[in-house]
């Protein structure tokens, strides 16, 4: 009998620890499965981290630097000091121009720039020009150092060297030197300017080009247009 109840007893606490067990190991895989829309989440966030940085890397791609850049552009040049029927007035010409510039790297550039005035015109210059001929004819050109020559211009051309710097993504600023040549007489120049270009698809840009020329020993213009240009 004294067997009988230890042996139902030892049945008893058997069962009652294998019921604990089970009871520990379901515990134990719902807790584990609370845990993994955690980690599923956390993996979705390491994976989205991982997109994000992949299209970042994509879009740095895509602003690969193009070192060579040919342009064109249309516009108008204002001539400060122009003659016209006999008085002094701001002249304002057609004009074009084809640039050809390299960049070291994102910021930093070179380039040659070419400017077409497509019209003949005179404007006033000193008198230390030997090719001038007195704007006033009652004035000799020795009399006065001051004295004011007309300098005739046929549809020049204003090769200059120029660098580049670019501020933004939208705004470079150029400054550089060259020569005007005329089919009269050749002035050596100064040029400033600023560009604004916009990128679009497949290398292209539009853009929108301010230009100031000193035109040393001669007279000073302004230019402005708007053209277009591939970067290769």
């Known amino acids: 009998m004294k067997v009988i109840s230890l042996l139902f007893l030892f049945c008893i606490?058997?069962?009652?620890?294998?019921?604990?067990?089970?009871?520990?190991?379901?515990?134990?895989?719902?807790?584990?499965?609370?845990?993994?829309?955690?980690?599923?989440?956390?993996?979705?966030?390491?994976?989205?981290?991982?997109?994000?940085?992949?299209?970042?890397?994509?879009?740095?791609?895509?602003?690969?630097?193009?070192?060579?850049?040919?342009?064109?552009?249309?516009?108008?040049?204002?001539?400060?000091?122009?003659?016209?029927?006999?008085?002094?007035?701001?002249?304002?010409?057609?004009?074009?121009?084809?640039?050809?510039?390299?960049f070291f790297n994102h910021k930093w550039g070179i380039g040659l720039h070419n400017e077409f005035i497509v019209e003949e015109f005179v404007v006033q210059g000193n008198n230390s020009d030997e090719n001038g001929e007195l704007f006033d004819s009652n004035k000799s050109a020795s009399s006065d150092t001051n004295d004011q020559t007309v300098i005739e211009r046929g549809r020049p051309i204003a090769v200059a060297l120029i660098g580049i710097y670019r501020v933004h993504e939208h705004i470079s600023l150029l400054a550089g030197g060259g020569r005007e040549f005329s089919e009269h007489e050749d002035f050596w120049l100064v040029k400033f300017g600023v560009d604004f270009p916009w990128h679009f698809g497949n290398n292209w840009e539009v853009f929108g080009a301010i230009s100031f020329d000193i035109n040393i020993d001669a007279y000073n213009s302004m230019s402005y247009g708007i053209g277009v240009a591939k970067m290769l």
């Open 13 to 102: 606490l058997f069962i009652s620890q294998s019921v604990h067990s089970q009871k520990t190991e379901t515990n134990v895989a719902a807790k584990t499965h609370e845990n993994v829309p955690g980690d599923s989440h956390q993996g979705s966030d390491m994976e989205q981290h991982d997109h994000n940085g992949n299209q970042h890397s994509d879009e740095h791609e895509t602003k690969e630097l193009k070192h060579h850049v040919i342009g064109f552009s249309i516009g108008h040049t204002q001539v400060f000091s122009g003659v016209k029927n006999g008085e002094n007035q701001n002249l304002i010409l057609p004009s074009s121009a084809l640039s050809y510039s390299y």
